[in-house]
Structure formats: structure tokens, C-alpha cells
């Protein structure tokens, strides 16, 4: 099992009781360090403060928050650590909503919420109250140093916690709101052929992220000594009628996991060959 990465309790009504959280997933790069060009050594980043002229030590650092221009009142740890709110160690739900009225531009990130030994029965009870009801739990959460608005969302293994963005770190775009009046029902109707067309269960360990892949490919290739090609680039056809380009799409349609496996991966060929 993950790192647990809070402990505190969970509390609604006059119920409370012990859980933990750890993170759901994360997201696997390939990562790579900065070397001296001339020499392939490691580059490492000093801290120096330039009004001295002077490298300083992780020990010389405090944290500042610039009020004004070039104007910092300094805060300390400990002093951080006082404001904590009480959702630090206890994890209250606010309210229910039904989960069709959270838009998932809310969701930010996503733990397993476990209960320990001692709050077993009434983490199941709340687990099996929001699969029957429909609803999700609003609760309030203090982690990773800033307040939380979570949402608690039951699976079939347990119940999920996603912390949320508020609703003033929500991006407004008014390009963002489409026109749907010129759409016809005649290209409706052949769109909707076409979603059909290419329905499928949702199974995830389809899907894979070529690009780390054909980055580890290469990795190990010039680790071989060997040469990549790069794929060949997908050619995209410029739409000119999209009734036109519907009926072209449903005559020579593929299945997502088709297209997945068919897909042309780098070549790879010794060094000094043609």
C-alpha cells in the first residue's frame, strides 16, 4: 500500500471515525538531468543571494511574502503551523449533493480513503448510504498546507476523495461557450451514428502513453549504440464539408483499441546502416 499522506479523523452527524488517505494515482514521466555539455558531469543549483554577492545555505532561507514591491514580512514555520485549522486532524462533511451536479472541472486530485480498525463499520455505513442514494459527501479537509473542499465518492472497493479547486480558481472563457444553432439534424443524426459506431466499455489498460514509450525506446536504443527513426507523422485531411467528412469517417471506421495497437511505433536501426 502507498505512503499514507494524512491520518485524522472523519466526522458527520455525531458520528466520527479514524481514517487515512493516499494517493489514488500518479503521473509516471521520464525525467532527465541537466549535464555540463563539455563533460556530461551533473549541473547542481547553488542558492546565492545577489544584493551580497554571497552563496547561501538551506539553513540562511526564510519565507517571505511580498506585500509591496521589493517590501517581504517575513513568516516562520511555527507560526504557519498556528493558523492551522481544525480540519488539520478531523475531516468534517459539510453536506450531500447528487454527483450529477459536481462538474468534473472541479476535480483536482484523488486519494483512497481507508479507515483504520476502529472505524470500520461506520466507514462501510456511510460507504453503503452514498452508493444507494446517489449522493456524494462535501467535506472540509486541511492538507499540504492549504484548506481543502473535498468530495467523498463511493467505488466499488471504498470510497474516493477528490480535493477540489474553488470556484475563483476556475478558469472563465468566453470562447469557451459553443454555438450549437447551426448544427443540422441531418449531421446531428450522422454524428450520433458515428459516437455509436465507436462505442465501446471503458476498459483503461487500453490506452497507453506512446510518447514515454517511444521516449524509453530511444533511451534504449542509443544505450545500444543504435539509432532511432522517428515515427512517421499522422497526416490530417483538412475538412472541406462535414457531411462529407462524417460518411468518410463511418466508411472507414476503426475501433479506438484497433487504432491503439496498430499504431506505428520508432524503428530502430544500427548505427552506420542505411
Sequence with gaps: MAATVWKGHLTFGLVSLPIKLFTAARAETISFNQLH??????????LFCAAEDVELQR???VKGYEYEKDRYVVVDDEEIKKMAPKSAKVMEILEFVKETEVDPVFYEKSYYMAPEEAGEKP?????????????????RIAMHSREHVVILRPSDKGI???????????RKSESYNADTSAVSDKELNMAMMLVEALA??????????????????????????????????????KVVDIMDALKASLAALKKPADTAATEEKPKVRRSGTA
Excluded at 37 to 46: F, G, L
Excluded at 125 to 132: H, N, S, T
Excluded at 164 to 170: V, W
Excluded at 204 to 232: C, F, H, T, W
Design 123 to 139: 466507514y462501510s455505513l456511510l460507504l453503503e448510504a452514498l452508493k444507494r442514494s446517489g449522493f456524494v459527501a462535501v467535506a
Design 200 to 237: 465501446a466499455k471503458f476498459e483503461p489498460g487500453k490506452y497507453k502513453d506512446s510518447y514515454r514509450e517511444n521516449l524509453r525506446a530511444m533511451i534504449d536504443a542509443k544505450i545500444a549504440g543504435q539509432e532511432v527513426v522517428a515515427p512517421v507523422e499522422a497526416q490530417h485531411v
Design 59 to 61: 539553513s540562511d532561507i
Design 160 to 170: 474516493t476523495l477528490h480535493t477540489m479547486y474553488f470556484e475563483d480558481e476556475i
Design 37 to 46: 555539455k563539455s563533460d556530461h558531469s551533473r549541473v547542481k543549483q547553488k
